[in-house]
């Protein structure tokens, strides 16, 4: 193996190391809660090496966003089963012990910062709701891929973040018919 093989090998690996420290800091901080040096530390380079890859922070988080926004957390591509797996999807992701590095959460922690809530509107107007017009073509002009989403993230945001005792005592099958009906609605 050749040194420009060994180095190139190496930058990837070290681009993807400050790109999944991005991820976990912005999604567990917001944008404005961490500094490059902090996910520099994280990723184990120094925070020059962070910009020398993404430009700068915001160069990081817009690299976050489109990584975040591509990855299909909660919706699913078969059109006939399109409600039923959002509602699923939803209801799992969503659970007292899931996962807390959702894309939901990036959103939520960065969107008071305006250049952010900027980049993750571009990303989810790209990928989410495309991917929904795509999916749900009879959604496109009709603002119902956007509600859609908003219901996803209300639904998120009550159960997962607040802990609404109501949604976190109704059984997930009552939650899921629920979700189903209301996408159902939403997405033909």
Do not use: C
């Amino acid at each position: 193996m050749s040194a420009a093989t060994t180095h190139r090998r190496d930058a990837a690996a070290t681009r993807a190391a400050i790109l999944r420290a991005g991820i976990e800091g912005f999604t567990r901080h917001g944008f404005d809660g961490i500094g490059v040096r902090e996910i520099a530390q994280a990723a184990g380079v120094s925070a020059m090496l962070v910009n020398r890859y993404f430009g700068s922070k915001e160069g990081l988080f817009a690299e976050v966003a489109e990584v975040s926004m591509t990855d299909r957390t909660v919706l699913g591509g078969d059109p006939a089963t399109l409600a039923r797996d959002i509602a699923a999807a939803l209801v799992r992701r969503t659970a007292p012990a899931a996962d807390d590095l959702s894309p939901f959460l990036l959103m939520l922690r960065s969107a008071a910062n305006p250049r952010a809530a900027e980049i993750l509107r571009e990303n989810i107007e790209r990928h989410v709701e495309a991917h929904l017009h795509e999916v749900a073509p009879d959604t496109r002009g009709t603002g119902r891929a956007a509600v859609a989403l908003s219901v996803i993230a209300g639904f998120w945001l009550l159960r997962n973040v607040i802990g609404s005792t109501a949604l976190n005592g109704t059984d997930e099958e009552t939650l899921e018919a629920t979700l189903r009906q209301l996408f159902e609605l939403l997405l033909p």
